[in-house]
């Protein structure tokens, strides 16, 4: 599977952005998948997953209530639904598919996409 990224850009403080990660290939409904940020300086942090069949979502700390996860395993998408963005959010946003081993399939990420919340 290949991961593509989209809708990152420039927002204010209490704006919302909806990313998008397009998988090409036939695994993505069998992956549990999630979206992880790095924000200049720091560590890559995970930000919320999601089972393959979209049933369970779990979530950052500092995230929860204001971003949500979802999937659409029919368009072979996933999403990341961010309210009440907040300066500390700004980061590049990348896409990762859980690797399958009963498979081989190995884990993948995608390129990244840059969030800009301005104070």
């Known amino acids: 599977v290949q991961l593509v990224e989209s809708g990152g850009g420039l927002v204010q403080a209490g704006g919302s952005l909806r990313l998008s990660c397009a998988a090409s290939?036939?695994?993505?409904?069998?992956?549990?998948m999630g979206w992880y940020r790095q924000a200049p300086g720091k560590q890559r942090e995970l930000v919320a997953t999601?089972?393959?069949?979209?049933?369970?979502?779990s979530y950052l700390d500092s995230v929860k209530g204001r971003f949500t996860i979802s999937r659409d395993n029919a368009k072979n998408t996933m999403y990341l639904q961010m309210n009440s963005l907040k300066p500390e959010d700004t980061a590049v946003y990348y896409c990762?598919?859980?690797?399958?081993?009963?498979?081989?399939?190995?884990?993948?990420w995608g390129q990244g996409t840059l969030v800009t919340v301005s104070s």
């Open positions: 999601i089972t393959s069949g979209g049933g369970t979502t």
């Open positions: 290939g036939s695994s993505f409904s069998i992956r549990d």
């Open positions: 990762h598919a859980q690797g399958v081993v009963r498979l081989g399939y190995d884990a993948v």
